[in-house]
């Protein structure tokens, strides 16, 4: 289990982090720098984010980051936030995190960007290079499976058997109340959040069509986290962090009907 506290520690000893306290919200987008909050509150309106009439607030306090995606893909740091007190914070340097990911293992590294992708609801991620690295390295490891059209191939509350790479087919994920919020394609993979956060499955996924999947089980992907560097690895437990809160501000807009058959797979 990857324990934020104790990465953001070590963190803290790197030449790379600084604590500061910020008192204007101005100084938030002062620096090519995450933040990670230790103290206080910030908020963010969804119509800083997303195109919608309907709004809602989502708070970041202590265990989460601010402008840690931003700064991974080098976007403006143009999202919004308000504060009413001071904001304490582990500001790290943008460039050495940028390089701390980069020399992360090819899966790693993929993971982090593609939930990068996702934070920013962009459509998924075209590597062709991973693709072909990821069925070469993992070729004696995966566990082959099919799913029928809309059958399920896991749901809320289970615990997570592995990360899953689409080898043909395609897939949707729907909210515990089955609202329907993404579609995943062709050498597209999921799955791996629940495994890097150490909790069950917070989503449903249901196949669109008939489907050829890979589990790559949850002990290998382990064992690729626990060889990376603790800046690594606190990124990737911030990351799925961040992802879930923007994901707040989108189902507090979505309504959905669940599938008619939800059987599971074999």
């Known amino acids: 289990m990857l324990d934020k506290q104790l990465l953001l520690a070590e963190v803290k000893k790197s030449k790379a982090a600084e604590i500061r306290v910020i008192s204007d919200a101005k100084e938030l987008q002062s620096r090519d720098a995450a933040l990670f909050i230790t103290k206080g509150i910030a908020l963010l309106r969804d119509h800083s984010v997303f195109d919608t009439p309907i709004h809602s607030t989502q708070s970041f306090s202590a265990g989460d980051s601010i402008y840690l995606a931003a700064t991974l893909s080098r976007r403006p740091l143009d999202r919004i936030y308000t504060i009413h007190e001071p904001l304490e914070v582990v500001s790290v340097d943008g460039s050495a995190l940028r390089k701390a990911v980069m020399n992360a293992s090819f899966l790693v590294n993929?993971?982090?960007?593609?939930?990068?992708?996702?934070?920013?609801?962009?459509?998924?991620?075209?590597?062709?290079?991973?693709?072909?690295?990821?069925?070469?390295?993992?070729?004696?490891?995966?566990?082959?499976?099919?799913?029928?059209?809309?059958?399920?191939?896991?749901?809320?509350?289970?615990?997570?058997?592995?990360?899953?790479?689409?080898?043909?087919?395609?897939?949707?994920?729907?909210?515990?109340?089955?609202?329907?919020?993404?579609?995943?394609?062709?050498?597209?993979?999921?799955?791996?959040?629940?495994?890097?956060?150490?909790?069950?499955?917070?989503?449903?996924?249901?196949?669109?069509?008939?489907?050829?999947?890979?589990?790559?089980?949850?002990?290998?992907?382990?064992?690729?986290?626990?060889?990376?560097?603790?800046?690594?690895?606190?990124?990737?437990?911030?990351?799925?962090?961040?992802?879930?809160?923007?994901?707040?501000?989108?189902?507090?807009?979505?309504?959905?009907?669940?599938?008619?058959?939800?059987?599971?797979?074999?």
Request: a negative charge.
């Open 110 to 266: 993929e993971i982090i960007r593609n939930s990068v992708t996702r934070i920013y609801a962009n459509e998924q991620r075209v590597n062709p290079v991973f693709e072909d690295r990821f069925l070469l390295h993992y070729k004696d490891c995966f566990k082959k499976s099919s799913a029928r059209k809309d059958q399920s191939i896991f749901l809320v509350g289970e615990p997570p058997k592995g990360l899953y790479f689409i080898a043909k087919g395609s897939v949707f994920l729907t909210t515990e109340d089955h609202a329907k919020f993404a579609e995943l394609h062709e050498t597209d993979f999921f799955g791996e959040g629940s495994i890097i956060t150490s909790t069950h499955r917070s989503k449903n996924v249901y196949a669109m069509e008939d489907c050829n999947l890979l589990l790559l089980e949850t002990r290998h992907v382990l064992n690729e986290i626990n060889r990376e560097a603790p800046l690594v690895k606190l990124v990737l437990t911030h990351i799925f962090n961040l992802l879930e809160l923007m994901n707040q501000l989108r189902f507090s807009h979505l309504e959905g009907v669940p599938p008619e058959d939800e059987s599971e797979t074999g």
